[in-house]
């Protein structure tokens, strides 16, 4: 009998010993490389469900392990959409609102895959979290066209826009002066030709995205979105603090107008704090354009705003810039633990549109440029970092040089099961529901019926807990996958005993077994 009983678990042994006999499943805190590699037989991957608005150009690139060369097909593909069956990217734009349900077919030399693909044309988009690249955490100020188009081209050279990875986002300091027909923003001397890039981008099936901010001067003492001159004048000022505010003449129509000639996709938009009145206006701004853009607020939302903030914005910020440490070693730094396990007042507001945004992650090679380091993150942190990620139903946005990707951080960024759960079209974030000594237990319901549990070791020893399935709402006979290994553990009835090492997670997938099948244990 287990020495404590708490609620919905029973601790087993805080030692990583099981106390009875039952087998039980662990989690290794070494490097190991946990996801088996893809078959070469296609495997369709990426999200189930795709969100449109009416006469939007419509950009999707199919994503597809396996072996290459491979053939793509789309049956039930609606009219005003083209498929390259060479590239697997589909194009086009639909003239009116609907549900369009689709097959996607993927075929090469060692066999064929297909997927069910629902395309919702309506006014919402962004209806999973958004996935791709972020330029802030590796270049910060040293990004230019060049390395913007290399991290597009690693995208699909590494693979990972066969996983779903798919936006390309240039952070602060790209701004220039104003001009052009609009009296817009332009890029500066590291991004002479916007409109090329976002086309060359968009060429590759990917999406571009930038940065602005409605205040006069931004976080990095660049040009704003706002000024006190009508006319936009602007001068950069060594302290730039003082013009870190709204300024008396917006022109957020005019920035919107532009991007949306250049071909934007994505749109961060950061000052602090956000409100709803500046949130709107660029929302509609965006709108204007005849393109689907998302927008991102950063770095701060008032949670007690979020409900207005949500009917315009697509994502925001939940906390201030993240770190690429498991503590917080100072009051201004903000860790990955610290984030992560603080986000319980903000499960309510994320949904298919609307997403919570605990900030990058920062795996890889990171620094802030140009000088790079490894993540301080361990292994067994970085697995927790990606899960719980996940199990949040968090934009997941690299921050690294793609470019030196390692064998570890690209097994960690293409276990397509575990991107899974943040994709999942329910769009539920998960809920804390127990927290035993080091460990929080959390749990996420998916669109297909199945539940996602998430085992999170917070403290310094290997610990094992007990999980009471029935307590959970999970009673009866269950089928228990782990993701990160991507195999099935076995078939449980009410105890599922678990051992996660310091800082690690593991992440377990609960579904209904069949009424025939392996033993219960």
Not at 339 to 360: C, E, K, L, R, V
Not at 401 to 427: C, I, K, M, S, Y
């Amino acid at each position: 009998m287990s020495p404590f009983h708490l609620g919905y678990l029973v601790v087993a042994s805080f030692s990583g010993l099981l106390l009875c006999g039952s087998s039980d499943v662990s989690a290794a805190a070494d490097a190991d490389i946990r996801t088996p590699p893809p078959p070469a037989a296609p495997r369709i991957n990426g999200p189930a469900v795709f969100g449109v608005r009416p006469g939007s150009p419509f950009l999707y690139r199919i994503p597809v392990t396996g072996e290459r060369p491979l053939a793509y097909s789309v049956d039930g593909l609606p009219a005003g959409l083209t498929l390259d069956p060479a590239t697997g990217i589909i194009t086009g734009r639909l003239a009116a609102a609907g549900e369009h349900v689709v097959v996607l077919r993927a075929e090469n030399a060692k066999g064929r895959a297909e997927r069910r693909f629902r395309i919702e044309c309506g006014e919402t988009i962004a209806l999973t979290p958004p996935m791709g690249w972020n330029s802030w955490n590796c270049w910060a100020q040293a990004v230019d066209h060049e390395k913007v188009m290399r991290s597009a081209q690693a995208l699909v050279n590494s693979g990972l826009a066969e996983h779903g990875w798919t936006y390309v986002n240039i952070d602060d300091t790209w701004q220039g002066g104003r001009g052009g027909p609009h009296n817009a923003i332009q890029g500066n001397e590291r991004f002479p030709d916007m409109k090329r890039l976002c086309d060359e981008i968009h060429a590759l099936g990917l999406k571009a995205g930038i940065y602005s901010s409605p205040w006069i001067t931004t976080f990095a003492g660049f040009r704003g979105g706002s000024s006190d001159d009508a006319g936009g004048k602007w001068e950069r000022l060594q302290n730039y603090e003082a013009n870190k505010r709204l300024g008396q003449h917006s022109f957020a129509a005019n920035d919107a107008a532009q991007l949306g000639e250049w071909g934007i996709d994505y749109l961060k938009y950061d000052w602090a704090p956000n409100d709803v009145e500046h949130t709107k206006e660029m929302a509609l701004a965006l709108r204007a354009t005849g393109r689907d853009v998302v927008l991102s607020l950063s770095c701060g939302a008032p949670i007690e705003s979020v409900a207005g903030l949500s009917q315009w914005a697509q994502a925001w910020r939940t906390t201030g810039d993240i770190w690429d440490t498991w503590e917080t070693p100072g009051p201004w730094q903000n860790s990955v633990s610290a984030i992560g396990f603080s986000q319980d007042a903000w499960t309510g507001y994320g949904g298919p549109g609307h997403w919570n945004d605990p900030d990058m992650l920062v795996l890889g090679y990171v620094g802030w440029g140009p000088q790079l380091h490894a993540t301080r993150l361990t292994p067994a942190e970085q697995y927790t970092h990606i899960s719980l990620w996940c199990m949040l139903s968090a934009p997941l946005l690299i921050g690294c040089d793609l470019d030196r990707l390692d064998a570890f951080t690209l097994n960690l960024l293409t276990n397509d099961e575990v991107l899974a759960v943040d994709q999942d079209p329910l769009g539920r974030s998960a809920r804390r529901v127990a927290t035993l000594g080091a460990i929080d237990v959390y749990s996420k319901p998916l669109e297909d019926g199945g539940t996602v549990l998430g085992f999170f070791n917070r403290g310094d020893v290997s610990h094992t807990v007990t999980a009471k399935l029935d307590r959970l709402g999970l009673g009866g006979r269950r089928l228990v996958r782990d993701l990160w290994r991507q195999k099935d553990v076995g078939v449980f009835e009410t105890d599922l005993p678990v051992t996660v090492e310091s800082h690690d997670v593991m992440l377990l997938k609960v579904t209904a077994a069949a009424a025939s099948g392996a033993p219960a244990k």
